[in-house]
C-alpha cells in the first residue's frame, strides 16, 4: 500500500493550498483517513481527520480555515488550507487506516508535502 501526496507549495501569508493524498495498492477498505504535519524542531500534530462516512475532527489551529474531504471510489484525501499563517510552515502528512485483500489492517503514511508560508 502506498499514499502519494501532493499539492504543496510556497504561498503568502493569506493564501490557499489543496493538499490531496491519494492511496493506492492491495486496499480492501480504508478506515479513517487524515493529515498531520511536522514543523522544524516540533513533534508531529494531528491536523485533521476523516471517517469513511465522513465525521471530521480538526486541531484547534485548524478548525475555520482547513478543511478536511474525501472521495472514497477514488481512496484520496484532501485537504483545503485557507487563510494561512507563517505558522502553518510544515511538512504535511498523510495517514490512512488500510485493510488490505488478505484482511490485515495497518496505519499507511504518506512520504510528506512541504507548505510553506511567507509573511
Known amino acids: 500500500v502506498q499514499l502519494q501526496a501532493s499539492g504543496g507549495g510556497l504561498v503568502q501569508a493569506g493564501g490557499s493550498l489543496r493538499l490531496s493524498c491519494a492511496a493506492s495498492?492491495?486496499?480492501?477498505?480504508?478506515?479513517?483517513m487524515g493529515w498531520y504535519r511536522q514543523a522544524p524542531g516540533k513533534q508531529r500534530e494531528l491536523v485533521a481527520r476523516?471517517?469513511?462516512?465522513?465525521?471530521?475532527d480538526y486541531a484547534d489551529s485548524a478548525k475555520g480555515r482547513f478543511t478536511i474531504s474525501r472521495d472514497n471510489a477514488k481512496n484520496t484525501v484532501y485537504l483545503q488550507l485557507n487563510s494561512l499563517k507563517p505558522e502553518d510552515t510544515a511538512v504535511y502528512y498523510c495517514?490512512?487506516?488500510?485493510?488490505?485483500?488478505?484482511?490485515?489492517?495497518?496505519?499507511?503514511w504518506g512520504q510528506g508535502t512541504q507548505v510553506t508560508v511567507s509573511s
Open positions: 495498492g492491495n486496499i480492501y477498505s480504508i478506515d479513517d
Open positions: 476523516i471517517t469513511v462516512g465522513g465525521m471530521t
Open positions: 495517514n490512512a487506516g488500510v485493510r488490505t485483500l488478505t484482511l490485515e489492517r495497518d496505519n499507511y
